[in-house]
């Protein structure tokens, strides 16, 4: 049952992160039937949720990477009560018939999740649609309503340009889990170390963590860490810019009262 609940949430959270805003003039739309298996290759994040911008928290890249395979990969809101999956280039099994995009990922026996799309139209910088989710359970459909979504092209990826040592030099917009007292360590194999400098101000490395987790997936940032005898938690940012041994971040944040702030930090790669 608690497997269960966990895919519910995740299927109603790619929900919530879905996003609709209106088309790109500069790029004038086309007949989605017309080369939509072709032009529907690539990586595409989305950025709007009716009309508002979409809370980084809350953010998914869809990677296709044939008219017959895509790869999810998604920041969820910090509910380890709710859900711990950890969505990175999930993969989707992907059947397009006019302007219906059909993905599915078989999750066991019991378990199916299938997101389907109405394109609406589509150009190399957005597609417009509206979108719908189902999770399956032995026969048993729980869908979500239709929601109109929109996503933008991702133009780079900065899976390898992140790697290596980074000291923040600057945060902008209130602290979350992350503060301007702090390197981070981005390793090949997914995993990182966080420092903090000491009273003596000398860098130290964090031993208190079971473990620290993350991924890029084009410019999307999560990372997930678990200190001892703690719940698990959670940070997303999407990378702003990165050039040489300069790097920015940002995010939008939403408050309890949903009303919203950004933040932005600033890091220097240590040699």
Known sequence: ??????????????????????????????????????????KWITSEFYGQPQATDNKVVFNFVSDTKAFLSASFFDHPELSDLWNVQTEYAVVISGNKVTLTNKIDEHQTIIIVFDVNSITSKEIQSVMKNALIVDGQEISSPEMPIN?????????????????????????????????????????????RK???????????????????????????????????????????SLKGDKMQWKAMRQNEDGTTFEQTMDWERVE
């Open 1 to 42: 049952m608690k497997k269960l609940m966990q895919w519910m949430m995740a299927a109603i959270l790619i929900c919530g992160a879905t996003v609709f805003t209106s088309c790109n003039n500069d790029d004038n739309p086309v007949k989605p039937t017309a080369n939509l298996s072709e032009k529907i290759i690539g």
């Open 151 to 195: 996503f933008t092209k991702v133009t780079r990826d900065y899976d390898e340009a992140i790697l290596g040592l980074w000291e923040c030099t600057g945060l902008i917009g209130g602290e979350t889990y992350n503060d301007a007292n702090g390197r981070l360590e981005f390793f090949e194999d997914g995993t990182y170390n966080y420092y």
């Open 198 to 240: 000491n009273d003596d101000g000398e860098w130290e490395a964090v031993t208190t963590r079971e473990f620290q987790d993350y991924f890029v997936d084009g410019m999307l940032l999560a990372t997930r860490w678990k200190n001892a005898d703690e719940d698990e938690l959670r940070e997303w940012w999407e990378i702003k």
